[in-house]
């Protein structure tokens, strides 16, 4: 097995790790005994070690990437059948395989899933003993006795025959080298003594019916002279001289290398190779077993999804090997929060969830998964610096909650999305109401791709107003939803679930798509100094590709890059802020503007804000609600002032009133944008706007 302290690897992140299982099996299966093939799932070739080579006639290079010619004709079709009706797992099964020069001969072939991280299988491996001397040994052993003490010297596997009473009368050389005993020394010896202690009722229960005439063919594991264990497939067969049972002949072939092979996988297939924790399938098949439990029992069983909140944040800026650092740390918090018989796994990326069998209420399980968020928010140690991170529980019960495996870490998981929805950081319980939520949710998610995909997302411009001179300085880009039953819809209505499942990466990138294409197409009539504003998300700021499209969207569209402008919120700056310096300062390098939206709404380090390469600071509407309120208005100087400061303009959002227009100047503030002036329009409504020149000659019930 592979070992379950992660502090014994040798490596501290995923790639080293990943390198070490791959001179692990390189190790076990390169000069093995058994021939060791990896087939895509269209049964390809990937992988033959030097076995394969020497068993079947074919180099490397002329195998890989055929489909699997070792499969005799005549069994073709039955083999592929019953490998996907096995779904890529067969246990020790005997065949028939073909050479490359078309001979046939026995195996002992086993077949298992490769899975990938999120469960699914991208490949399966075939483990082929060549049984061929193996049969041949079955068949001598009806042959004469002058037959049968050749085939019994020279027997590659070991032979070894016993008396009735299990004492070992004759062995050959391979049986010497096998156990690692002289022949004097296993001449005195009886069949217990060479039993791994584990299995000597299971052997003995063999020898009996071998003795009785009935022939027997398993595997087991018996002890080697230095007490190690040999992994053996075995057959006992009766001796029988003139029809009489006179003692047990046993012959036995050293399978230790085929069942390390086959155990590394299976700790693949089912375990995660970087927390060492079970996986989702794993966790899955441990959840049947414990309902079929709790049901014979009539107990209870809480299952606890849990998601750490800000994990991307830390791969995003300081790399994989930090997130990897901070998931191994996060299994070991885990596992010291649990009882020995709870089951901790790891879904994949930053989940993981919680099996508690056997507890009396819910309210028993609620103290660990208080503990639970309670260690994870204490601090994680990377590059020399502590960083924090908090946690999502969301907690389902049986039967209450669920009956099945799926049903039950479906409430989990809606539980716990719930908990995301209202801020993180804490504890749900999943209700019945939840389910319906959650079916919404589903539906608009599936709408916006409907709607990503048919181009049902348009944009309106909002323009930006100089106030003395009345011109349009620019204009802000504003996402709108053309529903085709609902009619427009506005972002209130559907930003939060993009951004949840990640669509408003792609929605972003289409509204600067359209807004860079449509600025472009005003500045060709006769707008040069029309500059657009695009608003970015917190996803879309934490990607490192965000430079790259942006420059993408510039050279498809030919729009100069001094005329885009890229907004994000005051709240997202402050964000991992190191990290969004970093994307900002490539940012400008390619020209762009960059401009604080909603600024006084959070909380800005001025000595970070000094270091931010922006532009322009956006007021937020908050402070211009009452302008000759003497608290509001000497924000919204200070923030002037600050801004002149730093060298930076200022533009303020929301104005409504004369009275904010008139007063607004006083303060500092010269450039607007508002209801006052303009709602957001479309662009044939917006090029209305233009020719006319400035928005005090614009009829507002026209548009």
């Known amino acids: ?19 070490f ?26 992988h033959v070690n030097q076995t394969f080579e020497h068993m079947f006639g074919w180099s490397f290079d002329e195998i890989v990437g055929q489909a699997l010619p070792i499969i005799p004709p005549s069994i073709q079709e039955d083999f592929y059948r019953v490998l996907a009706e096995k779904k890529w797992e067969i ?11 078309l001979t046939l001969f026995h195996v002992c072939e086993t077949i298992t899933p490769i899975r990938d991280s ?64 002289t022949e004097e020394e296993l001449l005195v010896l009886d069949f217990a003594d060479i039993c791994e202690p584990a299995q000597f009722e299971f052997l003995t229960a063999k020898f009996a019916q071998a003795a009785l005439g009935i022939p027997q063919n398993f595997e087991s594991t018996m002890l080697h002279k230095n007490k190690s264990k040999v992994e053996l497939n075995q ?199 939840m389910n319906d939520e959650a079916i919404e949710r589903q539906l608009l998610e599936n709408e916006l791709k409907h709607a990503l995909d048919h181009d049902e997302f348009v944009v309106h411009y909002q323009p930006q107003i100089h106030v003395h001179t009345k011109q349009i300085t620019g204009m802000e880009a504003l996402i709108r939803w053309q529903h085709p039953k609902k009619g427009l819809l506005y972002p209130g209505d559907f930003i939060a679930i993009a951004e949840e499942s990640g669509l408003i990466v792609d929605m972003g990138l289409k509204v600067m798509q359209i807004a860079c294409s449509q600025c472009v197409e005003w500045q060709n009539q006769g707008y040069t100094t029309m500059r ?36 994000i919120t005051e709240s997202m700056a402050m964000h991992h802020a190191e990290h969004v310096i970093a994307q900002l300062h490539a940012l400008v390098e390619l020209g762009v503007l960059i401009s604080i939206d909603d600024f ?32 509001d208005s000497a924000i919204v100087s200070a923030i002037v002032g600050l801004a002149h400061n730093l060298n930076l303009s200022v533009i303020v959002e929301g104005v409504e009133t004369e009275l904010q227009k008139t007063e607004l100047p006083k303060l500092g503030c010269h450039e607007m944008q508002g209801f006052l002036f303009s709602m957001p329009l479309p662009a044939d409504q917006f090029l209305l706007m233009l020719e006319k020149g400035n928005v005090t000659n614009i009829d507002k019930s026209s548009i």
């Open 91 to 101: 246990s020790v099964v005997e065949t028939l395989k073909q050479r490359k020069n």
């Open 21 to 46: 299982y791959q001179e692990m099996v390189e190790a076990l299966t390169k000069n093995a005994a058994v021939a060791f093939i990896i087939c895509d799932l269209q049964n390809r070739i990937l």
């Open 600 to 631: 006084g709404t959070g909380f800005s380090s001025l000595s970070y804000l000094n270091k931010f390469p922006i532009h322009r600071l956006k007021i937020d509407r908050s402070f211009i609600t009452n302008i000759t309120n003497r608290p």
């Open 532 to 567: 657009v504003a695009v608003n970015l998300s917190q996803v879309q700021l934490r990607r490192n590709d965000l430079v790259d499209k942006v420059r993408q969207v510039l050279q498809e569209t030919g729009l100069s890059p001094s005329c885009l402008e890229l907004e």
């Open 235 to 433: 057959i006992l067969m009766p001796i029988l001289i003139d029809e009489e049972i006179c003692g047990v002949y046993c012959l036995t072939k050293d399978i230790t290398v085929r069942k390390r092979s086959e155990e590394l996988i299976q700790n693949m297939a089912y375990f995660d190779s970087l927390t060492n924790l079970p996986n989702r399938r794993y966790f899955e098949n441990k959840l049947s077993v414990q309902l079929e439990k709790s049901n014979a029992d009539s107990s209870r069983m809480a299952i606890l999804f849990l998601d750490l909140d800000g994990f991307k944040q830390i791969n995003d800026s300081l790399g994989h090997a930090a997130g990897d650092i901070v998931l191994k740390e996060v299994a070991e918090r885990l596992n010291q929060c649990v009882r020995d018989h709870d089951t901790v796994a790891r879904l994949g990326g930053d989940e993981f969830t919680v099996c508690l069998p056997m507890i009396n209420d819910k309210e028993a399980a609620l103290p660990v998964a208080d503990r639970i968020l309670q260690e994870m928010r204490l601090p994680y140690l990377l590059k020399g610096k502590e960083f924090y991170l908090s946690a999502s529980i969301g907690l389902a019960f049986y039967p209450d909650d669920g009956n099945d495996v799926d049903s039950l870490m479906r409430s989990a998981d809606t539980a716990l999305y719930k908990v995301k929805e209202q801020g993180k950081n804490h504890i749900k319980l999943y209700t019945p109401g």
């Open 118 to 181: 999120s469960g699914a299988v991208e490949s399966y491996a075939c483990i082929i003993d060549d049984i061929t001397q193996r049969k041949l040994s079955e068949r001598a052993l009806k042959e004469s006795e002058q037959k049968y003490k050749s085939l019994f010297d020279l027997n590659p596997d070991s032979v070894i025959s016993f008396d009735m009473n299990g004492l070992i009368t004759s062995v050959n050389a391979a049986t010497i080298k096998l156990f690692g005993y």
């Open 1 to 19: 097995m592979l070992p379950s302290n992660q502090g014994s690897y040798p490596t501290q992140n995923m790639e080293d790790e990943l390198h």
